[in-house]
């Protein structure tokens, strides 16, 4: 099977008031089709940047090395360097779609949701404003979101986060990417709600022949829906695995202090 994203020796640093500071220091991995890959590591380890990039959507002050390429689509194994920004736009919510952490990032108040996700559709297929309707609906069912049609109508506060949350994600894949990069995406929600949106993950992973970046800090999520794990600290990958290799025999000293602090994670399961 052939990747969706390869990223090879990816460095990012940040020049902030005349320091370099590091964020990446030469990351390597890929992501294949109908695959969760979990991006794993604490806060400031560089998990964000590494979407960031393979999205281009880092600081003007960010200097990136290393090569991402792109195996999508039209877009078959092109260095993302080398793409213009036109090309850029294109595959940003069209080829890769990004969901974050707080919704309230993507979702505008002033805007119904049903606007919101016809606007993202007409914004990269030329078809009728009756025909995006049809696929914001459709967009909506596979986010499991109840009653689309009432909730086409409404506005983001008349919503729960759980709700705002699938909302995003209906917006992620309206048109139908083929990669996910999914930054922190339960850490706003209760345990019920984060359940249930992992659920979901599970279900675009099967029926919508995705691959997804899961960026998380909880293993407890990894242990729930990761088919492979890649630990990142301080901006390097010191371990990789499938899931049940990461818990069941961890091997970085830092991989093992995630598994202790975490030591209800074997019981849940």
Known sequence: MEY???LKNLKVDFLIEDQIIEALKGISFEIFPEEIVALVGESG???SVTCQAILDILPKYARV???????IDK???KNLKSLTDEQKRDIRGNHISMIFQE????LNPLFTIGEQIVETILAHQSISEGEAYKKAIEAMENAKIPH??????QYPHEMSGGLKQRVAIAIAIANYPKLLLADEPTTALDVTVSAQILKLFKSLKQNLKVGILLVTHDLGIVAEVADRVLVIYKGEIVETGDVF???ENPKHPYTKKLLSSRPSIFSEK
């Open 103 to 106: 919704p309230s990032a993507v």
């Open 245 to 247: 290799e990461i818990f």
């Open 4 to 6: 969706l994203v390869k």
């Open 65 to 71: 090395e290393g090569d991402i390429i792109l195996n």
């Open 148 to 153: 689309p049609e009432i909730r086409f109508k």
């Open 75 to 77: 877009y078959k194994n």
């Open 45 to 47: 380890s560089g998990k």
